[in-house]
């Protein structure tokens, strides 16, 4: 069974990923680095990361979300999460990257963010 199991779909002009599984080291980084990659070749620059079935996820992880940030945010496009788990939420806090990402608790908060 993969680490990672991706759902794509669109709202509007957002392509929301609803994630279940682990973000680690490894397949789920490289699901998730494919995923993002993908998108912004076929030119989905506004991506939701639904991440409440994401029930771990490690330092690789943390610094994939970190890098399809990055991607994105050169394409000039928007990466927002949605709905952290408390775990990912202490962890994005403790490393500070809860400044940097846009997180939201709700689906149409987030969807609503978008520029």
């Known amino acids: ?3 990672l199991n991706i759902r794509e779909r669109q709202a509007g002009e957002v392509t929301v990923l609803d994630m279940d599984g682990r973000i680690t ?3 789920g980084s490289v699901a998730l680095r494919s995923a993002v990659r993908r998108l ?3 030119g989905k ?3 939701l990361l639904n991440l409440a079935g994401v029930g ?5 992880g943390i610094g994939e979300l970190v890098s399809s940030y990055t991607a994105i945010k050169n394409q000039e496009g928007q990466l927002k999460l949605l709905s952290l788990t ?3 939420r202490d962890l994005l806090t403790i ?3 809860l400044t940097v990402f846009d997180a939201y608790e709700t689906e149409s908060d987030a969807l ?3 520029k």
């Open 1 to 3: 069974m993969a680490e």
């Open 25 to 27: 080291i490894g397949e």
């Open 40 to 42: 912004l070749e076929e």
């Open 45 to 47: 620059k506004n991506i």
């Open 56 to 60: 771990y996820i490690d330092s690789s």
């Open 86 to 88: 408390e775990k990912l």
């Open 95 to 97: 490393t500070k990257l």
């Open 112 to 114: 609503s963010n978008f």
